[in-house]
């Protein structure tokens, strides 16, 4: 079947005269614009391109998809070499009416022509200048931070001793199953915005807006926790391992809920990153290889001072597996972060092919660095002697290695706001993602002359600095967890729904089936976490369980699979 997208900017198919008509095969069962089967007649200005599966999805305008998502494999230009995705031939029509000038009939036009549009009428597109290694970078950089630091000695304090590095791998196993979705979308969906993207393309405004609100609370508001935590992390190394006067509490903790550590932080990010990406990457760079070079040190050091009776009982009867699980459900936080690779999607080179190559790189990077950091944590001191606020450093400490825990916590102040970087790189870019499909302000699709977000920088940037500043860490911590977990799971559906379609005689079936699957995967969690410890408890939860599993299969036995990524709404695509 030889299939058609229409683009405009690329060589014309046959005639060059404006006025002149080719007659392109369709496949039999599409329809053609005189409404018969067989042919259409397509304007000869109209231009075709050689697109993937999925490349209608991306930015219509942008000249640099990837190396070969536009490319004629036999360089003839012929029409029978080309693989190409169908459109709607009213979607031509309309396009057609608009690049002559011609206002059109509203009413009749699609979400996805309204977009391209709007895109077109943008005129400008971020320029792709970053490398796999840059968007692994961003990824290790924004995802390797407390989860080391802080979570490592929580949850093997107070949930499961030396079974932490259990509660890891279970929980590193769920972030590669979304990993996964991420890695497919972001390849098929080459644009900014992250799961913003994914939702509008699959389930519409509404759906996509509000996934957007829950990656603010991601980006730009877990940026203002960090900042906050890094603002007293600097204050209690100042006081406690360099003995540092008065002036500390005086200044730098005034009280009143003022930070002035986490103003510092987050102004001094906002203005690197206003005066460009370019610049701003390379100290990303720096910061997250060198942050990694410290884990490693971490984690050879603990295994060197490893004492193998601290390990056993390996799940301490007190917290059981129900322990692990709990422990499994905080660390998840740990891996939050390498999403953000994908809200740089239109700035990197090769999109279809780096995107989901970073994902996975910064996955199993993290994961390995959590589980062997765990082991060694756990290995050095018996889990309840272990610090919930500073575990390594005070196990360096108590083996008598003064140095190593000197250096653990310098680097930890050196390293941690490259996050706060990050998440002040992150935001601008879903906020140009929601500008550009005229959901936001059109300033945050404004450039300077070296494509830099800059109004958009601005504004985000300083609503992070005004949160981390005056408001308190623990009525920021909640909100970002739940908004991160909504992200993942329209993520997550997002998917499903691309690659499958409800059956003709049952529409919405599909959807209905997925809000019914979330519903029960989320009650199923809750049991598992905490009604293992009694009979009554492990029936639910084996119960909720299984229900939830009848869903999948309920979905993958009555909603068939799509002839093309997509389904029904591929045809028409153009965002």
């Not at 409404?35 to 000869?44: A, H, I």
């Not at 961003?138 to 931070?145: L, R």
């Not at 322990?323 to 953000?340: E, I, N």
């Not at 653990?408 to 879903?430: D, K, W, Y």
Request: charged content about 15%.
């Amino acid at each position: 079947m030889v299939r058609y997208a229409v683009a405009p900017g690329t060589d014309a198919v046959a005639n060059g005269d404006g006025g002149s008509e080719s007659q392109l095969p369709i496949d039999a069962g599409m329809p053609s614009s005189s409404g018969d089967k067989g042919e259409v007649s397509v304007p000869s200005w109209l231009r075709l391109k050689p697109m993937n599966s999925m490349d209608a999805y991306g930015d219509p305008d942008d000249n640099n998809i990837g190396a070969d998502a536009f490319s004629d494999e036999d360089g003839g230009g012929e029409a029978g070499s080309l693989e190409m995705t169908e459109i709607d031939p009213s979607a031509v029509s309309s396009e057609a009416e608009d690049e002559n000038g011609s206002s059109g009939a509203s009413g009749d036009m699609t979400s996805g022509q309204a977009v391209a549009n709007r895109r077109r009428k943008t005129g400008q597109h971020l320029p792709r200048h970053l490398s796999l290694f840059d968007l692994v970078s961003i990824g290790v950089g924004g995802t390797v931070g407390s989860g080391i630091f802080v979570l490592c000695g929580l949850i093997a304090r107070e949930h499961a001793g030396p079974a932490t590095c259990l509660s890891w791998a279970i929980s590193g196993f769920a972030a590669f199953l979304s990993g996964f979705c991420y890695a497919e979308l972001s390849g098929r969906i080459p644009s900014p915005g992250s799961s913003y993207s994914y939702a509008y393309a699959c389930m519409g405004e509404l759906i996509a807006f509000l996934t957007a609100a829950c990656l603010t609370l991601e980006f730009l508001v877990s940026g203002s926790a960090v900042a906050r935590s890094w603002g007293d992390k600097v204050v209690e190394w100042l006081t406690v391992e360099l003995d540092a006067g008065d002036w500390v509490q005086r200044y730098l903790a005034p009280g009143y809920g003022i930070n002035p550590m986490a103003f510092a932080v987050s102004a001094a990010s906002t203005a690197l990153v206003v005066c460009g990406v370019r610049e701003s990457k390379l100290v990303t760079d720096f910061f997250t290889w060198t942050k990694v070079g410290l884990v490693i040190f971490m984690a050879i050091g603990g295994l060197i001072l490893l004492e193998p009776s601290n390990l056993k009982p390996f799940i301490p009867p007190k917290f059981g597996f129900s322990g692990v699980m709990r422990g499994a459900t905080t660390s998840f936080f740990g891996y939050l972060g390498f999403d953000g690779i994908c809200a740089v999607a239109g700035e990197a080179k090769d999109p279809t092919m780096n995107l989901p190559r970073s994902i996975m790189i910064t996955l199993a990077i993290v994961t390995v660095l959590y589980i062997t950091a765990a082991v060694a944590l756990t290995g050095m001191l018996d889990f309840s002697e272990i610090s919930v606020e500073s575990g390594f450093p005070e196990a360096f400490k108590s083996r008598g290695v003064e140095w190593a825990a000197q250096l653990t916590a310098a680097g930890e102040v050196f390293t941690l706001p490259v996050v706060v970087l990050i998440s002040c790189i992150l935001q601008p870019r879903l906020q140009y993602a929601l500008a550009r499909d005229g959901l936001a302000p059109q300033m945050f699709c404004e450039m300077d002359g070296k494509g830099n977000l800059r109004k958009g920088t601005l504004f985000a940037g300083s609503v992070m600095t005004l949160i981390a500043t005056f408001v308190p860490f623990t009525y920021l911590d909640d909100f970002v967890s739940a908004g991160i977990l909504v992200a993942f799971s329209v993520t997550n559906g997002s998917l499903v729904v691309m690659r499958r379609d409800s059956p003709t005689s049952r529409p919405l079936l599909l959807e209905k089936l997925l809000l019914a699957f979330n519903g029960m995967a989320c009650f199923s969690c809750l049991a598992l976490v905490h009604g293992l410890s009694s009979l009554a408890g492990k029936a639910i939860a084996t119960f909720l369980a299984l229900v939830t599993a009848c869903i999948g299969f309920v979905i993958a036995w009555l909603c068939p699979v799509s002839a093309i990524f997509g389904g029904r709404r591929a045809v028409g695509a153009h965002w």
